[in-house]
Each structure stands twice: as C-alpha cells, then as structure tokens.
Nanobody
Framework: QVQLVESGGGLVQTGGSLRLSCAAS????????MGWFRQVPGKEREFVVG????????YYADSVKGRFTISREYAKNTVYLQMNSLKPEDTAVYYC????????????????????WGHGTQVTVSS
C-alpha cells in the first residue's frame, strides 16, 4: 500500500507558475507509474500527465503540452508537476495517482489504471 500526499496548490494569476509535489510513502517508489489528474466540480476527472516507473517516458494531455512538466525524484519518493503559463481553465483540484500494475515504460491515461490516489490540492488561476 502507498500513501500519496499532494502539496503546492494555491491561487495564481493568469500566466503565472506553480509547482505541485506528491510525496509517496509505503512500497518502493520505483514500483509505481505516477500520474496527475484534475477535476472541476460537475465534470469528470481528467488525465493531465503521467510518468513511467523509470522516469524514461512521459505522456501529456494535449491541453497542457508545452506548459506543464512532470518529473520524479527517487531519493525523495516525490513526483513534481511544474505548471507554467497557467490559464483560468487550469483551475481544478489536482490529484496525484499511482499504479503498481503498469509495465516498466507504460504510462496510462485512464483513471481505472491507477489504484492509489491522494486527496487533492486546489489550484486556482485568476483572470
């Protein structure tokens, strides 16, 4: 079992930046594919970005390509989401997720592929 705790959310103006962190505890961090999802009230949770177990492969939603960057730091059991050029439509609760069932370089984009979830952190981008 792994526990995920997100941090780094907040209020930022359009064009600003934030860095989210997700600290993982429990089983070996390198055993997990890690992902970020986001959700706006009344809408489905959507995939933002994922990173493979080795860190060698990443997969971004089209809406964030070129603006967001995911990375992972094995020594700290932490995955980061650097968000630049933020837009009001990026406003959402951001959730960290982990999958222990993925192949070494596979990155899934569906919620059902991730069995562990954090509680989320709110990101608000003002116009």
């Amino acid at each position: 079992q792994v526990q995920l705790v997100e941090s780094g959310g907040g209020l930022v103006q359009t064009g600003g930046s934030l860095r989210l962190s997700c600290a993982a505890s429990g089983r070996t961090f390198s055993s997990y594919t890690m992902g970020w999802f986001r959700q706006v009230p009344g809408k489905e949770r959507e995939f933002v970005v994922g990173i493979s177990r080795t860190g060698g492969r990443t997969y971004y939603a089209d809406s964030v390509k070129g603006r967001f960057t995911i990375s992972r730091e094995y020594a700290k059991n932490t995955v980061y989401l650097q968000m630049n050029s933020l837009k009001p439509e990026d406003t959402a609760v951001y959730y960290c997720a982990a999958s222990s069932r993925s192949a070494l370089e596979y990155v899934g984009a569906a919620q059902y592929e991730y069995e562990h979830w954090g509680h989320g952190t709110q990101v608000t981008v003002s116009s």
